[in-house]
């Protein structure tokens, strides 16, 4: 028997309970508006900054923008950006319900300040940080690093400040989960890899892959040499471990430590990897902020401003103008991560439709300029966290019900499981296998989560959806985020009054065929190309 067979059979007189006790609850769909705030006046200079840049660089490149998305559109690639699944039918009720005036600034505030956001976004960011290995537990916890990380972005740690604790970071990994950052290099002699922190430090930090320069001068780019790779190795050699976790013993580190460029941000005092630390996040480090600047606009929208992610131009080289002045209003709103996020999902490029009527070539231009939304399959978790979601009436979150929550966990799990990770590089198109198209289609959650049975989704329309039109409108907020067209309707209108099947059964009773036309029009949303898509 699989564990989760198990646990959930543990479960199962709790589960009985929670029936029992909400099975004559209706879900509240009241209008309420979003509980958050319209951007503060230095956010709204910094998104209109960063509108300008995009309009010059449009009109540099002769491309005409495509037209604005729909509200509820963008509403979506949001929710899949921040809290990797489409958003509830409660929550796209409430959000109509608001005033029309600046409600998605007001959404994206309020979902800034979840715990939701927070576990999720840090788990993207632990990703590039350490990679998706997941190292030896005894002095590696992954979970301790995420559970830091988002615990930041609820404080709204500036970024350097962050980065300072990662890089600098001593003691336990347990006490101290930033010094996982460091720990999870630890090689099989028990010392720390080095060159494995170096390369991992310049490619999350500025942008810059250089591994290969461990051997010879980098092969397309002759600014970065394998003497620069050295020194920047050698302010790690002081770092150790010890049974009281990480330590620094610089008086028995190498003498080669030195920087590839601007020696004189280096301060005098402290140890080496603060030194280390205080030279990647200075003021005048372009390369710092260009570097966050890109790949958080490439977790939101699917695709880096500039790609790769981790191989940017030398600050002195032609860099496109919308990278530049995002990562200068980075910088001047406090380096906040939040603010950063706050800027990049005000900006026009975010709201751009994905489509366009021009030809492939053209199309393509417009794309690589994000005068088009860019189209991107969303990732794994992003997949089924929307399909459990669309199972639900009611939010998931850290306020849902234990068993609510726990089943979501084992789903993602085992889906993911069999799916497979896309790993650390998820910035990297990948295309989708027949056996993961299956496993979408035809996998026991999908047949789950479309069952009209006990508190689903598909139950609960049934339950308080009155007419037909009312219960495919609310199924098409559910699954695709928007309202279905007139022809949509009128189909699904015949499918609901159709026989459902063979079966007399359903033919002589209208309850049941109802209740399996409209399992069929979940799964068929579900399983729809538009629900896979970031659109």
């Not at 921040?82 to 309020?110: I, M």
């Not at 101290?176 to 080095?194: F, K, L, Q, S």
């Not at 977790?299 to 401003?305: H, I, K, P, S």
Request: proline share 6%; with cysteine.
């Amino acid at each position: 028997m699989r564990t989760s067979q198990y646990l959930l059979l543990l479960t199962l007189p709790l589960l009985l309970a929670v029936i029992l006790q909400h099975a004559g609850d209706v879900p509240q769909l009241t209008d309420q508006p979003p509980q958050g705030t319209p951007p503060t006046p230095a956010i709204q200079l910094a998104i209109t900054a960063v509108d300008r840049a995009f309009a010059d660089h449009w009109q540099e490149h002769a491309c005409t923008p495509a037209e604005p998305a729909a509200e509820l559109q963008v509403l979506r690639r949001l929710s899949l950006a921040l809290c990797g699944t489409a958003p509830s039918l409660e929550e796209v009720r409430h959000f109509l319900g608001g005033p029309a005036e600046n409600r998605l600034a007001q959404w994206t505030d309020a979902t800034l300040r979840s715990p939701r956001f927070a576990q999720y976004f840090a788990d993207r960011l632990a990703r590039s940080l350490t990679g998706v290995e997941q190292g030896q537990l005894i002095i590696f916890r992954r979970d301790r690093l995420r559970d830091w990380l988002a615990r930041q972005l609820l404080d709204d740690v500036p970024w350097p400040q962050m980065v300072r604790s990662l890089v600098a970071a001593d003691g336990l990994w347990t006490d101290n989960p930033a010094v996982n950052y460091i720990t999870v290099a630890r090689g099989d002699d028990e010392v720390i890899d080095t060159s494995r922190l170096t390369a991992r430090t310049v490619r999350v930090f500025l942008g810059q892959r250089i591994d290969c320069a461990q051997c010879h001068d980098h092969p397309f780019d002759q600014r970065w040499k394998q003497k620069d790779f050295t020194g920047l190795t050698a302010w790690y050699s002081g770092a150790g471990l010890a049974l009281s976790g990480v330590t620094d013993n610089d008086q028995q580190a190498e003498d080669a430590a030195c920087v590839p460029f601007a020696p004189e941000w280096l301060p005098e005092n402290g140890t080496r990897r603060q030194r280390l630390a205080e030279w990647l996040v200075h003021p005048e480090n372009l390369r710092f902020e260009r570097a966050i600047a890109n790949r958080v606009w490439g977790l939101m929208t699917g695709r880096a401003l500039l790609e790769p992610v981790d191989d940017l131009p030398h600050p002195d080289q032609p860099t496109p103008l919308p990278l530049i002045v995002l990562g200068t209003q980075f910088r001047q709103n406090g380096a906040s991560l939040i603010s950063l996020i706050r800027i990049i999902a005000g900006t026009q490029a975010m709201q751009r439709s994905s489509e366009s009527t021009a030809d492939e070539t053209l199309t393509r231009q417009l794309s690589r300029h994000n005068a088009l939304y860019p189209l991107t399959r969303l990732r794994p978790e992003q997949v089924v966290g929307s399909i459990v979601q669309a199972s639900l009436v009611a939010t998931i979150d850290q306020d849902s019900h234990p068993l609510v929550r726990f089943r979501r966990f084992i789903a993602e799990t085992e889906f993911i499981r069999e799916f497979g990770d896309i790993g650390e590089d998820e910035l990297t198109e990948q295309g989708v296998t027949v056996s993961q198209t299956l496993l979408r289609m035809n996998g026991k959650l999908a047949s789950e989560s479309t069952q009209a049975e006990l508190l689903t989704g598909p139950s609960q329309l049934l339950s308080f959806c009155s007419t037909d039109d009312a219960l495919i409108e609310n199924a098409y907020l559910m699954c695709l985020t928007r309202f279905p067209d007139q022809q949509e309707l009128e189909y699904f209108r015949e499918q609901l009054h159709s026989s459902a099947g063979d079966s007399d059964e359903h033919d002589d009773n209208p309850q049941l065929q109802r209740k399996k036309a409209t399992e069929d029009m979940f799964w068929t949303l579900m399983n729809s190309p538009e629900f896979i898509w970031n659109h």
